[in-house]
């Protein structure tokens, strides 16, 4: 399996709401990233898995709140957000924190109202 | 913190014609340069890369050139098609121990048949 994959691909949620984004790989990869791209913009980086553990938090606003249970899965969990964060939310993966390719899953599609 | 700019924003081609791209990077520690091509409404896909011990990587139509003294690397593909009409963004790693990857802006390549 050589592929990063997302759920849900599209979500609608309202600014009280309480939502989580899934993301799972079957590479054996040990890095794991949440990245967030505005329309014609380039992916941002937020945060930064390497063996399970938290290696960076590029100064993302509390209400995004991201957890990795086990090596093949990050989720990403959301609470109380703001129109703004409306975007595409892509995970990705590689095979660890090194220089190494990372893949891109298809993302999923936030809208805050 | 590296900083990377990336031109043309917008490149029309006919088919057949070739198309380059530049990046410029500012962090010499930078040791690893990926080019991902984004259709629309679909997830980065990782095309070519490049790490810093090589000036030139070539895979069938497309060629990535490194000038690591002028910190700069350029896409190039060559007999252009329809179906290369994407937006490209090249990327540097901040060699920070955990990847970081800084993306360019963006260009967007229209190929005309």
């Known amino acids: 399996d050589t592929e990063v994959t997302q759920t849900p691909k599209h979500l609608v949620m309202g600014m009280t709401n309480k939502k989580s984004l899934k993301c799972e790989q079957h590479m054996g990869h040990r890095a794991m990233y949440w990245y967030k791209q505005k329309a014609k913009k380039p992916p941002e980086l937020m945060f930064v898995y390497s063996y399970e553990k938290l290696s960076i938090n590029e100064s993302v606003p509390s209400r995004f709140s991201p957890e990795c249970p086990n090596s093949s899965l990050l989720n990403l969990h959301l609470h109380a957000l703001q129109p703004e964060d409306s975007a595409l939310y892509l995970c990705a993966s590689s095979q660890d924190g090194g220089s190494n390719e990372q893949y891109f899953g298809p993302g999923t599609r936030l809208t805050v109202t | 913190g590296e900083n990377v700019e990336q031109h043309p924003s917008t490149l029309s081609v006919q088919e057949g014609d070739s198309a380059v791209i530049k990046c410029t990077y500012s962090d010499s520690a930078s040791n690893y340069f990926p080019w991902y091509k984004q259709e629309l409404g679909k997830r980065p896909q990782l095309i070519i890369d490049?790490?810093?011990?090589?000036g030139e990587k070539k895979d069938q139509r497309i060629a990535v050139t490194l000038n690591k003294t002028a910190k700069h690397f350029s896409l190039h593909i060559t007999e252009t098609q329809p179906e290369d009409s994407a937006v490209y963004f090249c990327a540097a790693d901040m060699n920070t121990g955990f990847q970081k990857l800084v993306f360019g802006t963006g260009t967007r390549l229209l190929v005309s048949p």
């Open positions: 490049i790490r810093s011990n090589v």
